[in-house]
């Protein structure tokens, strides 16, 4: 329950995905914070046309990297669909980001390599230097999720596969109430945290046309990925932590609200 705290009374729209809304929710809710959640995501598993080959080629790669708790989740679920088990696999795992990690652990994948920056672009450079991939490499994705990973291991010579295990989609029934939340003027911060909640925040803006509506509002990004996707919307971002997860990116909204000028 809301009470006083950093964040009392602002009220914050969450539009990550409803696996992880509610959990936001919690963190905001305990500073203070209102809480408004219209889950801008909603993911599904995604069949590859090419992935039945994996049932006698998974043993042949040297890592597979995840770069998301959703690619572990999906990842889990199509080793279900083949038929195959994790003892299939005898090479090792990655995992961007301390949150994927805790994920893989949670479902007995042993995680033997965690860059110490958490995007795609420094997890390659980090990677090569590190680990030296001498191997085939395997990155379970979605089918929106950037191909840096893949883009700079096929450039340092390092053989490299995507496996798209899901999509990520708009749901249609928060669209309605994306555009009443918006029209009635009363959020003091919108958060995002993938440049997908972006994407789909500003399709609804653009259907509606509610840019007048959304142009002072602070916005809050989890990294500088979400943030220069935000910025190229001409969104003005003033909350992004150096620490890419949410309870940073909450952090930085109660400093940020609390060191606001008074109006």
């Known amino acids: 329950m809301k009470g006083k705290g950093p964040l009392e009374n602002i009220k914050v729209l969450i539009t990550r995905g409803s696996e992880g809304s509610s959990e936001t929710a919690s963190l905001i809710e305990d500073v203070g914070g209102v809480p408004i959640v219209v889950p801008l995501l909603h993911f599904q598993p995604h069949e590859d046309e090419w992935e039945t080959n994996l049932r006698t080629t998974i043993h042949t790669y040297e890592w597979i990297i995840f770069t998301s ?4 989740r999906f990842f889990l679920q199509a080793l279900k669909r083949l038929q195959l088990d994790l003892s299939s696999f005898s090479g090792k795992f990655a995992a961007v980001g301390s949150k994927t990690e805790q994920y893989c652990r949670k479902y007995g994948i042993p995680v033997s390599f965690v860059p110490d920056h958490f995007t795609g672009d420094d997890f390659a450079d980090e990677f090569i230097s590190k680990v030296k991939p001498s191997g085939d490499v395997l990155i379970p994705k979605g089918n929106l999720a950037r191909n840096v990973i893949a883009s700079e291991l096929a450039s340092a010579g390092v053989s490299c596969q995507e496996w798209i295990v899901y999509e ?24 995002f945290t993938s440049s997908s909640t972006v994407h789909h925040f500003m399709k609804v803006v653009d259907q ?13 990004c989890i990294g500088p990925i979400t943030k220069n996707t935000a910025e190229k919307y001409g969104l003005h971002v003033k909350i992004c932590p150096g620490i890419y997860t ?3 990116m909450v952090n930085e909204m109660k400093e940020f609200i609390t060191n606001r000028p008074s109006k």
């Open 69 to 72: 708790k959703n690619g572990v």
């Open 168 to 191: 990520t989609v708009l749901p249609e029934g928060c669209i309605g109430q994306l555009k009443d939340i918006i029209e009635k003027e009363e959020l003091d911060i919108i958060t």
């Open 208 to 220: 509606y046309n509610l840019h007048d509506k959304i142009g002072d509002i602070p916005i809050a």
């Open 246 to 248: 949410v309870n940073e």
